[in-house]
């Protein structure tokens, strides 16, 4: 990690709000040069508008953006690339049909030539495309090949590489792992740990924790809009970074509600199966072989009131 005091990214206090959404609110983090900052939450917890910010998508409603130790006021992501924040959005910006060199350079073609006489620089695309996702471990055949053609930890790191090249001093990355297999993901998270070593800061959105430790020096984690602490691996194990991302005070809580509903519908049965054995002691106390004298007594009252009886014996 680097040594300097100064943070590559520092957000102090920062918050946002859209009408009467407080859609952040007091949020303070940072990222070194060298470091991987990892920022976790669940759907809702605020990550997106959290890098949108980072990113200059959005304007900060309350609070400091520093670069380099200096105001930073970015109207679009482009002014952030422009200093050197690239991010990597999850859904990426590459097109499937083109070939990898092609997608490498989008925007910026290397060509040959002057003037009228320029084409693009398929040979020098070529190189440095190979030299680039070598360093990651993936290697091509044909850098012309369609990027569709590669895997989705492929792209994500074809994406990460692309930005390194072209000069990112921080590298933010939009749940990079997400819907990736175990290999996959691998591959992504190797080559974060290879942009730290490049003395990039790194700042690695991800809902899960698991991917999260084992790469971070640092994390943040993110609740409703609302910051529940930065904290250096060394403060925090894997297991409590899980049980604060699943909201372990929460669970706990719903953990007694629930032993205390089971407990309630244990009463509640035992009152039930009660009330049946009552009920089934006074179903069996009316159902008697003799009615009581004054039934009997009506009873013979009604017959003897009948009409007299036909031949056959019918009333």
């Known amino acids: 990690m680097s040594t300097t005091n100064t943070a590559l990214i520092d957000v102090q206090n920062v918050s946002k709000y859209f009408g009467s959404v407080i859609a952040l ?43 380099e130790g ?8 482009r002014d952030a690339l422009n200093v050197g924040i690239a991010t990597v959005y999850q859904d990426l910006a590459m097109i499937p049909l083109m070939g990898i060199s092609r997608n ?10 002057w003037g009228p006489f ?12 190979r030299e680039e996702l070598a360093r990651i471990g993936i290697q091509v055949r044909d850098t012309a090949q369609p990027v569709g053609t590669l895997s989705g930890g492929e792209r994500q790191s074809v994406a990460i590489a692309r930005a390194v090249y072209f000069g990112a001093k921080v590298l933010i990355l939009d749940e990079p792992t997400a819907a990736l297999g175990v290999k996959e993901a691998g591959i992504v998270l190797r080559y974060i740990a290879q942009a730290r070593s490049r003395n990039l800061g790194v700042i690695f959105i991800t809902h899960n924790p698991h991917h999260a430790y084992p790469i971070g020096d640092r994390f943040t984690l993110l609740n409703r809009g609302r910051s529940l602490g930065t904290f250096a691996k060394s403060e925090i194990s894997r297991e ?14 719903l953990g007694h509600e629930l032993a205390e509903f089971a407990h309630t519908d ?14 089934e002691a006074e179903a069996q106390g009316l159902h008697v072989e003799q009615l009581p004298s004054k039934f009997v007594e009506a009873k013979q009252q009604y017959v003897d009131q009948l009409p007299p009886t036909d031949g056959e014996g019918k009333r």
């Open 240 to 253: 409590e970074l899980t049980s604060m991302m699943a909201g372990g005070e929460e669970l706990e809580t």
């Open 104 to 113: 490498f350079f989008l925007g910026s073609e290397p060509t040959q030539g």
């Open 25 to 67: 609110k007091d949020i303070s983090m940072s990222v070194n040069a060298g470091e991987v900052m990892c920022l976790l939450g669940d759907n809702g917890a605020g990550k997106s508008t959290l890098i949108k910010i980072l990113s200059g998508v959005h304007q900060p409603s309350e609070g400091h953006y520093l670069f």
């Open 266 to 279: 244990e009463k509640a049965r035992a009152a039930l199966a009660e009330a049946a054995r009552e009920f």
């Open 70 to 77: 200096k105001e930073a006021h970015f109207s679009s992501p």
């Open 118 to 129: 320029s084409r693009y620089n398929a040979k020098f695309a070529d190189g440095v495309t």
